[in-house]
């Protein structure tokens, strides 16, 4: 059986280059969330190739008990509709930025590509169900306890 040796080539610039448009870095930005978690509300994305947005987008996300969610943003596009420009509604799933979780992109080769992810502040009222304990206490006002059952 003949032996093929290995093509081994370096390329001398990254295959896959991250450029941010400002100077802030990931650690400032993670210090001024400062604790407080935002929930996502729309991903828009900008390409030069049709093909890079509409390549699935999946986001995971860890709950408290370490649990483990994936949900994959499948965009839909008429492909005959020459476009560059895509924005996918997420209000729909219930993910926020608190720290256990993470976004992951497909990137295609030699394309440039553009995210801008819009999120809202979460506050303590987004977490409490339809109705609350103090809606349900709400329904004894006016009912006289003493008199009840004799």
Do not use: H
């Amino acid at each position: 059986m003949p032996s093929v040796p290995p093509n081994i080539s370096t390329l001398p610039a990254p295959a896959t280059q991250v450029v941010a448009l400002g100077v802030t870095s990931y650690e400032e930005i993670q210090a001024s969330m400062s604790g407080n978690a935002y929930g996502l509300q729309n991903i828009y994305q900008y390409s030069t190739n049709i093909t890079q947005i509409t390549n699935t987008i999946t986001l995971k996300k860890y709950d408290a008990n370490g649990t483990k969610y994936l949900y994959n943003l499948t965009p839909t596009i008429d492909p005959y509709q020459d476009q560059s420009a895509l924005n996918i509604s997420i209000r729909n799933i219930d993910y926020a930025f608190d720290g256990n979780n993470g976004f992951y992109p497909i990137l295609e080769a030699n394309t440039t590509v553009q995210y801008r992810i819009e999120v809202y502040d979460l506050s303590v009222g987004d977490y409490l169900t339809d109705k609350n304990n103090f809606e349900e206490l709400e329904m004894f006002t006016g009912f006289d306890f003493d008199t009840y059952g004799n």
